[in-house]
């Protein structure tokens, strides 16, 4: 324990001689930068400084005292809070956890599903109102060529009557006599009804009544059926 103390009191002895040697070595380089190399040896020893130096730090410790003691440094820096003491999580704190977690899992699954199954219903509507549109387009596009085939026919058919009504009743009654009934019923059924008359008077008795009778049950049907799909009228 003695050779501890002793060698911690000679290290730093030690150490300023030689801080006191380099810094007087400096002066004489100073001073007599051009004086012979021969004299520093004798000029280092004649320093005023070493001898000071050495009795000031081995003062105190030839008699025995120790050195000054360090200045035990104050700390004002400001201190950390504690932490408050928290309780251990129990068993059934922590089941209840992993339950909620589980939940919550799950219910995030099932918004995702949703999500899908909402996407899925958006993507089928759209492809159904695509086909309904084309349906719809469809089925204007037929009722225009339907408008279109009635206008031509019934351009045929105006064009036929001019022709049977232009003509004298008496030879238009001998073509009845032999003509398709389907087509003698729109014949008379577009005719003017004077001209009509004159032709149904030439004609044979019994042809020229089921002619007769055919027309009127065509106007009936016509008459029945007309306003059932006539629209409803404002209301």
Do not use: C
């Not at 087509?183 to 004609?203: P, Q, S, T, Y």
């Amino acid at each position: 324990m003695r050779a501890f103390s002793w060698h911690s009191r000679v290290l730093p002895l030690t150490m300023v001689a030689i801080a006191l040697l380099f810094a007087d070595k400096a002066v004489s380089l100073v001073r007599g930068a051009t004086a012979d190399g021969a004299n520093q040896p004798a000029a280092v020893a004649g320093s005023p400084f070493i001898p000071a130096a050495l009795a000031a730090v081995a003062g105190p410790i030839a008699a025995g005292k120790p050195g000054p003691s360090p200045v035990p440094a104050t700390s004002d820096a400001p201190k950390l809070p504690s932490m408050p003491d928290v309780a251990p999580v129990t068993p059934a704190e922590l089941q209840l956890l992993q339950d909620l977690r589980k939940r919550r899992d799950a219910l995030d699954e099932r918004e995702h599903r949703l999500d899908q199954r909402n996407d899925l219903l958006q993507s089928a509507e759209l492809k159904l109102q695509s086909k309904l549109d084309e349906l719809t387009a469809l089925q204007q596009r037929l009722e225009q060529l339907d408008d279109e085939r009635r206008k031509r026919g019934s351009a045929n058919w105006s064009g036929l009557v001019k022709m049977y009504e232009d003509m004298k009743p008496r030879d238009a009654a001998t073509i009845f006599n032999v003509l398709d009934v389907s087509v003698l019923l729109e014949v008379l059924d577009r005719m003017d009804e004077r001209k009509a008359a004159f032709i149904l008077a030439g004609m044979l008795p019994e042809r020229a009544r089921l002619a007769t009778q055919m027309l009127a049950q065509k106007r009936t049907r016509q008459d029945v059926v007309a306003p059932a799909s006539a629209p409803d009228p404002p209301g």
